[in-house]
Nanobody, 123 residues
């Protein structure tokens, strides 16, 4: 199976930036579309961004457009989420996910999930 481990979260002030990383390991781990989701306490899990396995296509939620950038380095089996101009409403547990079909992955139908990394943005 594929293992996903996120890192890079932390406590920041509004307007700051963070880069999240998701390291994948396991068989064929570089051939999955990858996505980031987030979930705040008492809220539904929310799609943030997705990238195709080759990195040629990306998708963003409206809340992420213009501020977040997803990328991947298949040689390192790692996906990144650059988060700029962070706002308090970005506070959530950020999880990465992997799936063979990006359209299904974007709605939360993933084959694998990571445990998540906490991002907290103070005002």
């Amino acid at each position: 199976q594929v293992q996903l481990v996120e890192s890079g979260g932390g406590l920041v002030q509004a307007g700051d930036s963070l880069r999240l990383s998701c390291a994948a390991s396991g068989r064929n781990s570089s051939y999955y579309a990858m996505a980031w989701f987030r979930q705040a306490p008492g809220k539904e899990r929310e799609f943030v961004s997705c990238i195709s396995w080759g990195g040629g296509s990306t998708w963003y939620a409206d809340a992420a457009k213009g501020r977040f950038t997803i990328s991947r380095d298949n040689a390192k089996n790692t996906v990144y989420l650059e988060m700029n101009d962070l706002k308090p409403e970005d506070t959530a547990l950020y999880s990465c996910a992997a799936g063979t079909y990006s359209a299904r992955l974007r709605v939360g139908n993933a084959d694998y999930w990571g445990q998540g990394t906490q991002v907290t943005v103070s005002s």
